[in-house]
């Protein structure tokens, strides 16, 4: 029998977690706020808090000058990591909305990051596909349409330097990976799963950080 050693989230201990973990700073605080009030049917869209300096200690701990992020939303993520970046360090960020990515705009620019991060806007795949089939990038960030993770994934391995990090959102998927009937978006998530646990060319560990997080390292 398989024992979990993991401890069920309640409010109080949520925010334990989130009083010790490194605060966001003004800019970062302002931009959570701002989706949940502005973007309320949306906002589950946003990384979770915690998130946020987990995505910038990942930037520092690999020393990752080129990222690429597909789903940016309105810029929680990408901020963060724009801030964790060094001077000659630069994020490009794909996503499909002009509306959710105009207030990532606005915060990139309060930041003074704006110059860091090149936003394109289209279809993600296609963007990424684009881009030359080159190992170019210390860092990717996933978190867009699940139901081509894997996808994703065969176009972003080939892209990503020996050594580099893939980090890919909501690989737990609240809890519905372990149904073998789930559709949609949660079947992506659960074929994305055995993809990326079986492929040689990089090593994985899938962790219960929000709503599942694997880290993945191209080691071939």
């Known amino acids: 029998m398989t024992v979990t050693k993991s401890v069920q989230l309640s409010p109080e201990l949520y925010q334990y977690l989130l009083d010790h973990n490194p605060p966001l700073d003004p800019v970062l605080r302002k931009l ?14 946003q990384v979770a808090e915690e998130q946020a300096p987990l995505l910038a200690f990942l930037v520092r701990l690999t020393g990752a000058r080129r990222i690429l992020e597909i789903g940016t939303f309105t810029g929680l993520s990408s901020l963060a990591m724009a801030q964790a970046l060094p001077s000659d360090g630069g994020i490009i960020a794909f996503d499909v909305s002009e509306e959710w990515t105009a207030h990532a705009r606005r915060a ?16 993600g ?37 020996t050594g580099g990090l893939l980090v890919v959102d ?24 055995d993809h990326a646990a079986a492929d040689k060319r990089m090593e994985s560990v899938l962790l219960n950080v929000a709503d599942g997080l ?3 390292r191209k080691v071939s």
Request: avoid cysteine.
């Open 32 to 45: 959570v706020d701002t989706t949940r009030s502005l973007l309320p049917d949306a906002a589950h869209l």
């Open 108 to 123: 990139w620019a309060e930041a003074g990051v704006a110059d860091r991060i090149d936003l394109r806007i289209g279809d």
């Open 125 to 161: 795949l296609a963007s990424l596909r684009a881009l030359p089939a080159e190992p170019g990038f210390d860092l990717v960030f996933l978190d867009a349409d699940k139901e081509n993770y894997v996808n994703y994934w065969e176009e972003i391995v080939p892209r990503l330097r």
């Open 170 to 193: 909501n690989t737990l998927f609240q809890g519905t990976v372990t149904d073998p009937g789930v559709t949609g978006p949660a079947a992506g998530v659960r074929r994305f799963n």
């Open 214 to 216: 694997t880290l993945a």
